[in-house]
């Protein structure tokens, strides 16, 4: 039987915003990523660290009518990049710097068990991105719709976003909870009222560069595996770019020299030490800026660096993603 009047025919249903286009980008991407095995395991792992933290929280409660406690949080105080006066003030009157510690353990927390969560949650949620549109052309049914390249690129950034959400700020805010529900009394949100903002914050400096590197990542290859390797490969080498280059430059300051592991005073000046080459590790990079934005980067330091690194970097990763799908579409 022929067929007749086979071509374009207008749409019938109901048409999406123009400005939650993107938002059909994000669902698909999520929905395909929740197929991953590993990723769900991924996941459910990196909420256990919170829960960790949270028995901090508890300790640290606890150590206001019992002093044997106030140690135990002063050492951790000090693996969350504290200075020396905030975990002496741990020990001698902990009350008075409740803000100052829940930033401490919030702040540990993104720093270290989440650092890896979100190492391993991008590497393998990323490098699919795109990487996959480009190999099987799934960007050309894409941008057959009424869809720009930056809505695409803000629907493949959301699908990043929603999972460091998942394993970092949300788990942030409940430790926050957390905290209000342990104090003797309601007037601690009074006092802590800004670490929720804190923690957004914080989020955005994680979310934003790390989202726009893997993003860039998985634009560069039609292979995931290459995307997947350029991923974690960036932060090792520069993990290890930093160590070398900074070991010389530890080892001749004074603090380090002849350091003892007993002399606990001495290396908490160790943990204090700042290098130029920081800003050749991501790891080191988005530390410092968390750091600054709860509030416990040191005065004698300045963060502008850090934020022009940072921001120099995000840009430049959205430029090389945007320019290698217009290259696509006009080939």
Wanted: charged share 15%; glycine share 4%.
């Amino acid at each position: 039987m022929p067929l007749h009047d086979v071509g374009y025919r207008g749409w019938i249903g109901t048409k999406s915003c123009r400005w939650t286009r993107w938002w059909v980008v994000a669902l698909v991407g999520i929905q395909l990523a929740f197929r991953t095995s590993w990723l769900n395991r991924t996941l459910a792992f990196s909420w256990i660290p919170a829960i960790i933290i949270g028995v901090g929280f508890f300790a640290y409660e606890q150590s206001i009518v019992n002093p044997t406690l106030r140690t135990g949080i002063a050492n951790l105080m000090i693996l969350s990049s504290a200075n020396r006066e905030l975990a002496q003030t741990v020990v001698q009157n902990p009350e008075v710097v409740r803000h100052e510690v829940w930033s401490s353990l919030v702040l540990a927390f993104f720093r270290y068990p989440q650092a890896i969560m979100m190492l391993i949650t991008v590497g393998i949620v990323a490098p699919k991105l795109i990487s996959y549109d480009l190999r099987n052309r799934g960007y050309l049914l894409y941008f057959s719709r009424p869809l720009r390249v930056w809505e695409y690129m803000l629907g493949k950034s959301l699908v990043v976003w929603f999972f460091l959400a998942l394993i970092t700020t949300l788990p942030a805010l409940c430790l926050y909870v957390v905290g209000v529900l342990l104090s003797p009394h309601l007037n601690v949100v009074g006092l802590t009222w800004d670490i929720p903002l804190r923690i957004l914050a914080a989020s955005c400096v994680l979310l934003l560069p790390t989202a726009a590197v893997a993003l860039a990542c998985s634009a560069m290859t039609i292979e995931s595996r290459y995307a997947a390797f350029s991923w974690f490969s960036l932060w090792i080498v520069g993990w290890v770019s930093y160590s070398i280059l900074s070991f010389g430059e530890r080892m001749n300051r004074p603090e380090f020299q002849n350091l003892r592991p007993r002399r606990r005073d001495r290396w908490m000046d160790a943990e204090d030490f700042h290098s130029r080459w920081e800003l050749l590790s991501p790891y080191h990079l988005l530390g410092r800026v968390q750091q600054w934005v709860f509030g416990m980067y040191p005065e004698d330091h300045e963060i502008w660096p850090y934020l022009l690194t940072l921001s120099s970097v995000t840009l430049v990763a959205l430029w090389f993603v945007h320019r290698k799908l217009r290259s696509r579409l006009q080939a």
